[in-house]
T-cell receptor, first 115, second 116 residues
């Protein structure tokens, strides 16, 4: 079974500053990795995904993440945040089963962007 | 396409009552997933369908829970004899089943259940 750890439950940051949200995973097999964002009272929106290939993945809204197999990490970064980036961010993992893509989520990181 | 929709958005029920939620996926998506999200936690997988077939169920899905997708389009999730521990946000997601699109799940806004 796989699991995801998001060590930071809250990350405060000033507008236009860079931010990194950390995600570590554990799995005995190859995995696929995802970052989702959840705005208040809304469902989750896919920011980016890593399936294979280049370890640096670019997503929507200026976010990017780097897959590091040796450190089993998939940290999310943005060089300059905006007030509208305030939301809950979830890292998730799945593995190839030949069937459905069952996601295992971390507990989330609340990003709070301040003026 | 309007995306994944869920109904109702909020449901308050008394302990012991039965509740049913509906999910309408994106029309061309043949995979449909249900997740449960409790306060301060990430979503947890409950079950998924490929067309009308329910292919996997989590151990979280006790015998009080049942899900259906009778014609391979919308799905319902029923909880019988609700308990206070069932209070959560119930999320539905859908995806295609081929290629990279298989890995892109689109989530609905969720149904927030409160059991009093």
């Amino acid at each position: 079974a796989q699991s995801v750890t998001q060590l930071d439950s809250q990350v405060p940051v000033f507008e236009e500053a860079p931010v990194e949200l950390r995600c570590n995973y554990s799995s005995s097999v190859s995995v696929y990795l995802f970052w989702y964002v959840q705005y208040p009272n809304q469902g989750l929106q896919l920011l980016l995904k890593y399936l294979s290939g280049s370890t640096l993945v670019k997503g929507i809204n200026g976010f990017e993440a780097e897959f590091n197999k040796s450190q089993t990490s998939f940290h999310l970064r943005k060089p300059s945040v905006h007030i509208s980036d305030t939301a809950e961010y979830f890292c998730a993992v799945s593995r190839f089963t030949g069937g459905g893509n069952k996601l295992t989520f971390g507990t989330g990181t609340q990003l709070k962007v301040e003026l | 396409d309007t995306g994944v929709s869920q109904d109702p958005r909020h449901k308050i029920t008394k302990r012991g009552q039965n509740v049913t939620f509906r999910c309408d996926p994106i029309s061309e998506h043949n995979r449909l997933y249900w997740y449960r999200q409790t306060l301060g936690q990430g979503p947890e997988f409950l079950t998924y369908f490929q067309n009308e077939a329910q292919l996997e169920k989590s151990r979280l899905l006790s015998d009080r829970f049942s899900a259906e997708r009778p014609k391979g389009s919308f799905s319902t999730l029923e909880i019988q004899r609700t308990e206070q521990g069932d209070s959560a946000m119930y999320l539905c997601a859908s995806s295609e089943s081929t290629g990279e699109a298989n890995y892109e799940q689109y989530f609905g806004p969720g149904t927030r259940l409160t059991v009093t």
